[in-house]
């Protein structure tokens, strides 16, 4: 099983930049896959970046250039860099962890952490 928490949330203006962390309970190492999700206000839950254990990165088209997630293994730590927020990047960001257990994935969440982006 694996527990995440979510830090680095808060209010920038448009054109600034945050630093989500998602520290892991059990080495991330372990873990087949870890992402970032999103989800505004009335709107569907979007994965926003991931990492594969093997180190493959995925981003949606609309960050691609601005964020940037990567990992700490020695922290068990995975962080989203946010460069050149948007205000249509407001939404509360969830990590989110893979595995699969007996063929089936299992899937794990953080408790959500809040960005706001001003214009």
């Known amino acids: 099983q694996v527990q995440l928490v979510e830090s680095g949330g808060g209010s920038v203006q448009a054109g600034g930049s945050l630093r989500l962390s998602c520290v892991a309970s059990?080495?991330?190492?372990?873990?087949?896959?870890m992402g970032w999700y999103r989800q505004a206000p009335g709107k569907q839950r979007e994965l926003v970046a991931s990492?594969?254990?093997?180190?493959?990165?995925n981003y949606i088209d609309s960050v691609k250039g601005r964020f940037t997630i990567s990992r700490d293994n020695p922290k068990n730590t995975v962080y989203l860099q946010m460069n050149t927020l948007k205000p249509e990047d407001t939404a509360v960001y969830y990590c989110?962890?893979?595995?699969?257990?007996?063929?089936?994935?299992?899937?794990?969440w953080g408790q959500g952490t809040q960005v706001t982006v001003s214009s």
């Open positions: 989110n962890a893979g595995r699969y257990i007996g063929g089936s994935r299992h899937d794990y």
């Open positions: 990492i594969t254990k093997g180190g493959r990165i």
């Open positions: 059990r080495t991330i190492y372990s873990i087949n896959d």
